[in-house]
Nanobody
Framework: QVQLVESGGGLVQPGESLRLSCAAARSIFSFYVMGWYRQAPGKQRELVASINIGGATNYLDSVKGRYTLSRDSAKNTVYLQMDSLKPEDTARYYC?????????WGQGTQVTVSS
């Protein structure tokens, strides 16, 4: 069972920043794509940002210019830098790793943006 462990969530005010981390128990290059999803109460889970094995990134329109996904292969960790946070960014954020046959998920980390 592959472990993905998220950290870095918290309560911040609008306009502030957070950096989420997703630590994998094995090489992040064993996944052909890794991503961050979020789910707010009463809403469907949505893809926020992803990075493929070649390094190409993709972002949800509403976070473009504010969120940056990066990775550190030496630490087997993927990061999501979130700047200029808005109340509508409030959600539980989940790390995902996808192989040819399986999707792996972390337990999630809560991000709350409120004044």
């Amino acid at each position: 069972q592959v472990q993905l462990v998220e950290s870095g969530g918290g309560l911040v005010q609008p306009g502030e920043s957070l950096r989420l981390s997703c630590a994998a128990a094995r090489s992040i290059f064993s996944f052909y794509v890794m991503g961050w999803y979020r789910q707010a109460p009463g809403k469907q889970r949505e893809l926020v940002a992803s990075i493929n094995i070649g390094g190409a990134t993709n972002y949800l329109d509403s976070v473009k210019g504010r969120y940056t996904l990066s990775r550190d292969s030496a630490k087997n960790t993927v990061y999501l830098q979130m700047d200029s946070l808005k109340p509508e960014d409030t959600a539980r954020y989940y790390c995902n790793g996808r192989t040819d046959s399986l999707d792996y998920w972390g337990q999630g980390t809560q991000v709350t943006v409120s004044s």
